[in-house]
């Protein structure tokens, strides 16, 4: 079994930073991409942030200049730095991630269990 634990989310005031993370614990062979989506109230889920087992990110436009996702493959953990914050970032925040459980298997996908961020004065 997998766990995906998400924690740093919060309420903070426009312009002002966050930074959340998410760990993945279990039985983890290996991990490809790890991404961060979004879900704001009446809108869809977005991908906000991805990041390839190389290191090779991409951003939605809206974040690009203030958001920054990394990975520490030791820990198994993604983070995604939040900087500048705005009001239309509110929203919950999953975490998604490609996981194989042992050789040979499938990669299957899994998403934490979300955390709010409430960007507002």
């Known amino acids: 079994q997998v766990q995906l634990v998400e924690s740093g989310g919060g309420l903070v005031q426009p312009g002002r930073s966050l930074r959340l993370s998410c760990a993945a614990s279990g039985s983890i062979f290996r991990i490809n991409n790890m991404g961060w989506y979004r879900q704001a109230p009446g809108k869809q889920r977005e991908l906000v942030a991805a990041?390839?087992?190389?290191?090779?990110?991409n951003y939605v436009d809206s974040v690009k200049g203030r958001f920054t996702i990394h990975r520490d493959n030791a820990k198994n953990t993604v983070y995604l730095q939040m900087d500048s914050l705005k009001p239309e970032d509110t929203a919950v925040y999953y975490c998604?991630?490609?996981?194989?459980?042992?050789?040979?298997?499938?990669?299957?996908?899994?998403w934490g269990q979300g955390t709010q961020v409430t960007v507002s004065s």
């Open positions: 990041i390839s087992s190389g290191g090779i990110t």
């Open positions: 998604n991630v490609d996981i194989k459980i042992r050789p040979g298997t499938m990669w299957y996908n899994d």
